[in-house]
T-cell receptor, first 112, second 115 residues
Framework: QKEVEQNSGPLSVPEGAIASLNCTYS??????FFWYRQYSGKSPELIMS????GDKEDGRFTAQLNKASQYVSLLIRDSQPSDSATYLC????????????FGRGTSLIVHP | DTGVSQDPRHKITKRGQNVTFRCDPI?????LYWYRQTLGQGPEFLTY????????KSRLLSDRFSAERPKGSFSTLEIQRTEQGDSAMYLC?????????????FGNGTRLTVT
């Protein structure tokens, strides 16, 4: 059973702070890693993808990948109330089918 | 790119009835996925197609569930003899290639309520 683990939260941060969201995965052969944002009642939307160890930055978002530790994280700088949502980590399995497995998501609350 | 389209947005049905959902993927995408999501959980994989071929089904998928993708275009997901436990958001997603680097693009989902 390939698993993706996330703390369900909620993670509460003040406006302007850095929010740090974490994800661990069980399949050592996993190859692609994605962060999705999901507002209440809406469908997931892609924020970031990362495939190699290290950091990848896109605007206020930074994804970090450490394959040795089987750990991927998402940092949100200068958090805004509009960032309040559930953040889903998705990991693409090894073995050829490349079907993303999702974590349960972390609820982020950014308070003014 | 008109995005992934799902129909209906909401469906309320009585236990024991059959329901069918439709998904129209992004036109150039050859992979189509169905996921199910319940409150407080992440999307759970159900099945996926590459073109018209259904390549994998979740072991958790009951035989009351069937999916088709005729001609590799739109897809339908049918649930027969619905049960209250089938109540969930059913998400369709598509991707452009079968490589490891292809993110999923989701539709707005169909919310099913079984009474």
């Amino acid at each position: 059973q390939k698993e993706v683990e996330q703390n369900s939260g909620p993670l509460s941060v003040p406006e302007g702070a850095i929010a740090s969201l974490n994800c661990t995965y069980s399949d050592r052969g996993s190859q692609s890693f994605f962060w999705y944002r999901q507002y209440s009642g809406k469908s997931p939307e892609l924020i970031m993808s990362i495939y190699s160890n290290g950091d990848k930055e896109d605007g206020r978002f930074t994804a970090q990948l450490n394959k040795a530790s089987q750990y991927v994280s998402l940092l949100i700088r200068d958090s805004q109330p509009s960032d309040s949502a559930t953040y889903l980590c998705a990991v693409t399995s090894s073995g050829g089918s490349y079907i993303p497995t999702f974590g349960r998501g972390t609820s982020l609350i950014v308070h003014p | 790119d008109t995005g992934v389209s799902q129909d209906p947005r909401h469906k309320i049905t009585k236990r024991g009835q059959n329901v069918t959902f439709r998904c129209d993927p992004i036109s150039e995408h050859n992979r189509l996925y169905w996921y199910r999501q319940t409150l407080g959980q992440g999307p759970e994989f159900l099945t996926y197609f590459q073109n018209e071929a259904q390549l994998e089904k979740s072991r958790l998928l009951s035989d009351r569930f069937s999916a088709e993708r005729p001609k590799g275009s739109f897809s339908t997901l049918e649930i027969q003899r619905t049960e209250q436990g089938d109540s969930a958001m059913y998400l369709c997603a598509s991707s452009s290639t079968g490589t490891r680097n292809s993110p999923l693009h989701f539709g707005n989902g169909t919310r099913l309520t079984v009474t």
